[in-house]
């Protein structure tokens, strides 16, 4: 099943090449253990002298660019697991054609490591962009990261974009991003003929009642036990299947929406279509039981959650309570070790010296 995931990041000068060899696995990064999961890479619109290599462009920017400036701009997206490999990169190029086209030079890279939870593909890109805009003047390194000179562009740098003046306009120049990554990624996904459908919204815009999914990542993973990874994936399942169901019950009532309709416009017509009417009203009726049907399976779905999330939270608190008590453990114990010391001490201080015995005899 597809899912949406778009946010576009910014990188500091002096990080720019070292990002770009993560994502590409080369240069620090070229025997890493996640190696593997390079799917593809690829970049595009970079100056003459980082064509063959687009390492130099990054190079030259933590090098030359200004010392509060973005080095890079990063679109990091979720690939949906519909598409083959060949359809995905078909996909991300269409998408950096449209959004970056010709004005500014890019390195992407697509990765599909198995996820942490479920073990399943979890493809998705970096598109790293230069923000400085390609005008056709040829610049060296040095010069291409320069302040701009709107009189004169041949003495001064690449011009960056600023993605809006105010932040008001940044906002919405991201949210116009994230709807067409929706759109394009619908329009692959039609074009495969697939019918599952991504929207850039938030849960609460679609009015859809539930609570996002937390990342994980392998990290966290990792400290989890096999009962909790269990519990995590049912209650994710059971997300799903939900979701299923609301959407379902929902097509139903536009169905019985439009039925009803039908009806109202058939008491103006003909008596001759009695018959058709009587059919309508039945299949109406028939709507109505399965919509019955999907409530009652939402009802068993939520009852399940609930009784699953109730003994996640009894086991968490069950630790919460042995560490506790290993802790008192440890405190007690370091208190008594540390009276038995204060005793050693008192004893030390409370004896008396020993007598040393002299010599006073002389020699003859």
């Given at each position: 099943?597809?899912?949406?995931?778009?946010?576009?990041?910014?990188?500091?000068?002096?990080?720019?090449?070292?990002?770009a060899n993560y994502i590409s696995r080369s240069g620090e990064y070229k025997n890493y253990k996640s190696r593997e999961d390079l799917e593809?890479?690829?970049?595009?619109?970079?100056?003459?002298?980082a064509k063959k290599n687009p390492a130099e462009l990054w190079k030259a920017a933590d090098e030359f660019e200004r010392k509060n400036g973005t080095a890079y701009?990063?679109?990091?997206?979720?690939?949906?697991?519909?598409?083959?490999?060949?359809?995905?990169?078909?996909?991300?190029?269409?998408f950096v054609q449209k959004e970056l086209g010709d004005r500014h030079a890019y390195q992407y890279a697509i990765h599909n490591p198995p996820g942490a939870i479920d073990g399943k593909e979890q493809p998705h890109a970096h598109?790293?962009?230069?923000?400085?805009?390609?005008?056709?003047?040829?610049?060296?390194?040095?010069?291409?990261?320069?302040?701009?000179?709107?009189?004169?562009?041949?003495?001064?740098?690449?011009?960056?974009?600023?993605?809006?003046?105010?932040?008001?306009?940044?906002?919405?120049?991201?949210v116009a991003l994230r709807s067409h990554w929706a759109d394009v990624q619908n329009e692959h996904l039609a074009r495969h003929g697939h019918q599952s459908r991504v929207d850039h919204r938030s849960l609460k815009e679609q009015g859809i009642k539930r609570t996002p999914e937390v990342h994980l990542g392998p990290v966290r993973v990792a400290v989890m036990n096999a009962d909790q990874v269990c519990a995590i994936?049912?209650?994710?399942?059971?997300?799903?299947?939900?979701?299923?169901?609301?959407?379902?019950?929902?097509?139903?009532?536009?169905?019985?929406?439009?039925?009803?309709?039908?009806?109202?416009e058939r008491d103006n017509m003909p008596p001759t279509l009695d018959e058709l009417g009587a059919e309508l009203k039945a299949f109406v009726e028939s709507s109505f039981d399965e919509l019955n049907e999907v409530m009652q399976l939402n009802s068993l779905i939520d009852g399940a959650l609930d009784s699953m999330m109730k003994q996640f939270q009894v086991e968490e608190e069950r630790k919460l309570q042995q560490e506790r008590l290993i802790q008192a453990a440890r405190d007690e114990?370091?208190?008594?070790?540390?009276?038995?010391?204060?005793?050693?001490?008192?004893?030390?201080?409370?004896s008396p010296a020993p007598s040393r015995s002299r010599d006073y005899g002389m020699s003859r």
């Amino acid at each position: 099943m597809a899912s949406y995931h778009c946010t576009v990041k910014t990188g500091a000068k002096g990080v720019a090449l070292k990002h770009a060899n993560y994502i590409s696995r080369s240069g620090e990064y070229k025997n890493y253990k996640s190696r593997e999961d390079l799917e593809f890479s690829s970049s595009g619109n970079m100056p003459s002298w980082a064509k063959k290599n687009p390492a130099e462009l990054w190079k030259a920017a933590d090098e030359f660019e200004r010392k509060n400036g973005t080095a890079y701009r990063e679109i990091e997206i979720a690939l949906p697991r519909e598409l083959t490999r060949e359809q995905r990169i078909e996909l991300v190029e269409d998408f950096v054609q449209k959004e970056l086209g010709d004005r500014h030079a890019y390195q992407y890279a697509i990765h599909n490591p198995p996820g942490a939870i479920d073990g399943k593909e979890q493809p998705h890109a970096h598109i790293m962009f230069c923000e400085r805009i390609n005008d056709g003047i040829e610049r060296d390194p040095q010069q291409f990261f320069k302040r701009a000179n709107s009189k004169s562009p041949e003495r001064g740098g690449a011009k960056k974009a600023r993605f809006g003046e105010t932040q008001q306009e940044r906002k919405s120049a991201l949210v116009a991003l994230r709807s067409h990554w929706a759109d394009v990624q619908n329009e692959h996904l039609a074009r495969h003929g697939h019918q599952s459908r991504v929207d850039h919204r938030s849960l609460k815009e679609q009015g859809i009642k539930r609570t996002p999914e937390v990342h994980l990542g392998p990290v966290r993973v990792a400290v989890m036990n096999a009962d909790q990874v269990c519990a995590i994936l049912a209650w994710r399942n059971a997300e799903r299947e939900k979701l299923e169901a609301e959407k379902e019950r929902d097509s139903i009532i536009d169905l019985k929406t439009t039925l009803k309709e039908a009806l109202a416009e058939r008491d103006n017509m003909p008596p001759t279509l009695d018959e058709l009417g009587a059919e309508l009203k039945a299949f109406v009726e028939s709507s109505f039981d399965e919509l019955n049907e999907v409530m009652q399976l939402n009802s068993l779905i939520d009852g399940a959650l609930d009784s699953m999330m109730k003994q996640f939270q009894v086991e968490e608190e069950r630790k919460l309570q042995q560490e506790r008590l290993i802790q008192a453990a440890r405190d007690e114990a370091e208190k008594q070790r540390e009276l038995e010391r204060e005793r050693v001490r008192r004893r030390a201080y409370s004896s008396p010296a020993p007598s040393r015995s002299r010599d006073y005899g002389m020699s003859r």
